[in-house]
């Protein structure tokens, strides 16, 4: 069900995309992630103005079922997080790749982007789960 994962975003093994727009960078949880989580009442974000490394966790997603660290796909500085999704987590299940969305990143290293999956790559990893 490639459809599901946006053409022109970049995924990350731990389940987190990356979509560039100018010179920052969008980062969310994939709509896999959110899948598997369930119903998600709680999550926890980084400050703007926070630095984030590619590999470290920034933050939290709670469910009912789980809670489940946030991996940087990734380094960079947060100029923004979504407040939308801090006050309704229920956001993140409506639109995980559009409004759902959870920081806005300066990247240290546009290229770090380079190596995270594309959507074709992502789709086969876990529609093969």
């Known amino acids: 069900m490639a459809s599901s994962y946006p053409q022109d975003c970049r995924y990350a093994d731990s389940h987190e995309y990356v979509r560039a727009e100018a010179d920052l960078v969008r980062?969310?949880?994939?709509?896999?992630?959110?899948?598997?989580?369930g119903d998600i009442v709680f999550v926890e974000l980084p400050d703007p103005g926070a630095s984030i490394n590619q590999g470290s966790g920034f933050g939290s997603v709670e469910s009912v079922k789980a809670v489940e660290d946030?991996?940087?796909?990734?380094?960079?500085?947060?100029?923004?997080?979504?407040?939308?999704?801090?006050?309704?987590?229920?956001?993140?299940?409506?639109?995980?790749?559009?409004e759902g969305w959870l920081l806005l990143v300066r990247p240290s290293d546009p290229t770090q982007m380079d190596a995270l999956m594309d959507a074709a790559t992502y789709s086969a990893k876990v529609d093969g789960h």
């Open 27 to 37: 980062v969310g949880i994939t709509a896999f992630a959110v899948e598997q989580l």
């Open 70 to 98: 946030l991996v940087a796909p990734i380094s960079g500085t947060v100029e923004a997080r979504n407040e939308a999704v801090l006050a309704s987590p229920e956001e993140l299940q409506n639109d995980p790749h559009g």
